[in-house]
């Protein structure tokens, strides 16, 4: 599982309010950002494949020994998260 990959399952989702919740996520597990607006009743709230995709960022997270994600990786988040929250 790689950065890439954790964007498109995140991409993948139907649902647009699962997509911020993850992209959300992953900004605070794998990144140094700031200002969460996630409760624990959003991520009990989660589908079940969105919940799929959290435990595939969990597993993610786990072999990268506290690096932070790319750039890359973090801009694009940050784009999802935007993008859904205007919606």
Not at 26 to 47: E, F, I, M, N, Y
Not at 56 to 77: D, I, K, N, V
């Amino acid at each position: 599982m790689t950065e890439a990959d954790i964007i498109q399952l995140i991409r993948d989702l139907d649902s647009a309010a699962e997509r911020a919740i993850l992209a959300e996520l992953a900004l605070l597990l794998g990144s140094s950002h700031q200002g969460s607006q996630l409760k624990l009743d959003d991520l009990q709230a989660l589908s079940q494949p969105a919940r799929s995709v959290f435990n595939q960022l969990c597993e993610l997270l786990g072999t990268r020994a506290r690096q932070p994600f790319s750039p890359t990786t973090t801009s694009t988040l940050l784009a999802i998260l935007t993008t859904t929250q205007q919606a």
